[in-house]
């Protein structure tokens, strides 16, 4: 699907704010990545390098209620845990992301009340931006696992929804997709292509969710998105073979030095291959790409070994 089509898409999720949204120019229609609705003030849609403000609106509680209401098809008891999780998963794999006061029930959020922003992350599958990046680690002999960093809206999902695609093409694959969002599944049904041999667990915890693939699917790649804790199940997956294919968020390759958790993953030889996504406008701008073999390694990562801007003239820039 093109930029555009995804805009229209996502914005017919949103009936009381569709005419204005509607005359936001071509120019960022075809690049919007993000619609921030918040009450009180005008609707905002950002795109990679700008966001475009439309001063002709000004969000309403009722609105954005109104909202709510079209993503749970005017059945709010169906979609309480998605509401508790604080965001739904839209028909065409769009995110609607909500803040407001937490209802706590037993130490746990039972849902959302007040709601006062809708954050609408525009779901758009770029066909092919891995490709280059696949082709440099997926067939060396030592792969073990690929760590993609970046910063926020840098394309980590992006990239790791399309190397999943390759991947799954002669490889079994089990794809985490807590969110939903990157297989764009809606009612269970996967809407992005995410290749021929690719099973997806959707709406459990990641860690349950690596431990469910790895008893009951025999995967031989696992795929997972913006990891935080997962560090013993992914370590395990290890020990049995799998191999690991995941993102985690960190400004570059600097930062990631001041990571525990990368440092783990690395340590437990989770990984051994760690890509640096630069956030601009290409889809999956690679910053750079380095083999680590333990944690010793990981100390040294400069641009005098990364492998994608010339250690190796096989290695170049998409």
């Not at 795109?47 to 001063?55: A, D």
């Amino acid at each position: 699907m093109k930029t555009t089509e995804n805009y229209l898409s996502a914005v017919k999720m949103l009936p009381p704010f569709k005419n204005f949204l509607m005359q936001v120019p071509d120019t960022v229609k075809e690049r919007a990545i993000e619609i921030r609705i918040r009450v009180g003030r005008p609707i905002i849609v950002e795109t990679p390098e700008e966001r475009f403000i439309c001063n002709n609106t000004k969000a309403t509680s009722e609105g954005i209620y109104e909202c709510i209401k079209h993503f749970c098809d005017y059945s709010l008891y169906s979609f309480e845990n998605e509401i508790a999780r604080g965001f739904i998963t839209l028909k065409g794999g769009h995110r609607a992301g909500f803040s407001g006061s937490a209802v706590i029930r037993d130490g746990k959020v039972h849902t959302i009340k007040d709601i006062s922003s809708i954050n609408i992350r525009i779901s758009c599958q770029h066909t092919g931006c891995a490709e280059r990046l696949f082709s440099l680690t997926a067939f060396q002999q030592d792969f073990r696992g690929l760590l993609i960093i970046g910063p926020p809206l840098s394309a980590k999902t992006t990239l790791l929804r399309d190397y999943c695609r390759l991947v799954s093409a002669f490889k079994k694959a089990v794809l985490i997709d807590d969110r939903g969002e990157i297989s764009a599944s809606f009612r269970g049904v996967p809407q992005n292509d995410i290749g021929l041999n690719c099973d997806v667990l959707c709406g459990f915890c990641k860690s349950e969710a690596i431990t469910i693939a790895v008893k009951t699917l025999s995967p031989e790649y696992i795929f997972c998105d913006e990891v935080t804790g997962e560090y013993n199940e992914l370590s395990e997956c290890s020990g049995l073979g799998v191999k690991s294919v995941i993102t985690m968020h960190c400004g570059g390759i600097t930062d990631l030095g001041i990571n525990n958790g990368a440092r783990e993953l690395i340590a437990s030889r989770v990984v051994n291959y760690i890509c640096s996504l630069e956030k601009g406008r290409r889809i999956g701008k690679i910053g750079g790409l380095w083999r680590v073999d333990d944690a010793e390694a990981f100390d040294c990562l400069d641009d005098s070994n990364n492998l994608y801007i010339g250690r190796n003239n096989t290695l170049l820039p998409i």
